[in-house]
């Protein structure tokens, strides 16, 4: 297989016309530089943001020249515009939506169709509900829980997607058990993993686990997006987005951008962890995405040779602030070590224990999530892709 270098991609794309700066798209500075892993290429295309919406087709032809290169398997170029300022122009508003307190429930979910997205929004068409699992910083175990709900959500008999929107330290396909896979194409679209009934995909898999991704904000965005366009998603019941933590830029456009049918915030119970979690919520509220509850992760740890409990972080803190802020409180997860050693094995506790605690607590939460986003109870074991009736673990 022939090799594949920097010098080698900028060659290629020096065929490529950019008419509207009057020269070749290397020329024009705009290419950033490329990452390569395997026969994998991913590129970065940041053009000024008054010429964004009229380069798809640059776009797409350095994408097919670089198809063309001997040794390349596999090509994403994602087209991002900077702003000149700076700055980054304001999303589209979203459509008013009532708190899940508030709204009535939506019997079966929403139409076959799945998300179609509103003005400015990316389509998902095979894609019934997308949720956002946060937290306002890091640290909290937010990779984990996301992961778990999702698994969870799976053992409903349900069909489940994780998408890892945290670009800057993607965990997702270690704690999947998909370290050092690569998905595959059809046609000019991405084809996902799956493990452990879970369809999956992260920009960890287009990147080397330990190679920094130098990408500014408008990069990010657009790589995230262009993601979960050009990925050819399944018919999902729901979708489980890990959030990149923080309140910042990069997550209040996800916000917007993509259709989300509520969030789950994160925290552990102590007071520093809960303020970032209270702008977290606050900011999903400020753009209309309904807060589905809160989870306080690492609640307490009990010793599993003589029983003894310690609340390392503190005790009820996010219970408290759920109250407070009149958002449903979903559950505790404790501080355990067989939690942390099943994430890291690429068999989260979900997978590996399904019959223990542990497992009960995620699967209780999912049970939650789940009637709060369609008024279905999980208990029923009628799901609507009429699989066989799931074996529930937890009460």
Known sequence: MAEIDKDTIFQALKSVRAEQAGTDLVSTGWVKDPVISGGRV?????????????????????????????????????????????????????????????????????????????????????????????????????????????????????????????????????????????????????????NHGVTVMSIGFMVEEEAPVVWRGPMVVGALEQLLRDVDWPELDVMIVDMPPGTGDTQLTMCQRVPL?????????????????????????????????IVENMSYYQCPKCGNREEVFGHGGARETAEELKAPFLGEIPLDLKIRETTDAGRPIVVDDPDGAHAQAYGAIAQSVWKTLTGEAAEMGETPKKRKKPKFWFR
């Open 42 to 194: 991913t590129l970065m295309i940041e053009v000024p943001a008054q010429l964004g919406p009229e380069l798809e087709p640059l776009r797409a032809e350095a994408e097919r020249t670089l198809a063309e290169l001997p040794g390349v398997e596999a090509v994403t170029v994602v087209l991002t515009a900077s702003n000149p300022t700076g700055a980054t122009a304001a999303p589209p508003p979203r459509q008013p939506q009532a708190a899940p307190q508030q709204q009535a429930p939506r019997q079966g979910g929403p139409q076959v169709g799945g998300h179609g997205g509103g003005p400015g929004q990316i389509s998902l068409p095979n894609i019934k509900h997308v949720v956002a699992v946060a937290s306002g910083k890091g640290g909290v175990g937010k990779s984990t829980t996301a992961a778990n709900l999702a698994l969870a959500l799976a053992r409903l008999g349900l069909k489940v997607g994780l998408f890892d929107a945290d670009i800057y330290g993607p965990s997702v396909p270690r704690i999947m058990g998909l370290h050092n896979k690569k998905p595959g194409t059809r046609g000019d679209r991405i084809v996902p993993l799956e």
């Open 261 to 293: 049918s509520g969030a789950v915030i994160v925290s552990t119970p102590q007071d520093i962890a809960l303020l970032d979690a209270r702008k977290g919520l606050h900011m999903f509220r400020k753009v209309e995405v309904p807060v589905l509850g």
